[in-house]
């Protein structure tokens, strides 16, 4: 892979790719904005954060099984 950022955005992999993140992320602010709710980033950092830190939890809680092909 190229080292750089940019030249990453170069590939139409990686740019569909951050599109699609993109309009997910539109898509949420105006659902919020419908529901008169405004998001900060400060607010959407709080919640992946605490996401993260579930989702560790669950690892730890839920053994990986691995697959009968090994």
Do not use: H, V, W
Request: aromatic share 6%; glycine share 2%; net charge positive.
């Amino acid at each position: 892979m190229k080292n750089k950022l940019t030249d990453r955005m170069k590939d139409p992999f990686y740019a569909s790719l951050l599109f699609q993140i993109e309009q997910m992320i539109c898509q949420a602010d105006d659902e919020a904005k419908s529901k008169g709710q405004i998001l900060t980033d400060s607010q959407i950092s709080r919640r992946l954060s605490k996401r993260e830190r579930e989702s560790e939890a669950e690892d730890r809680t839920f053994p990986r099984q691995m697959s009968a092909r090994g």
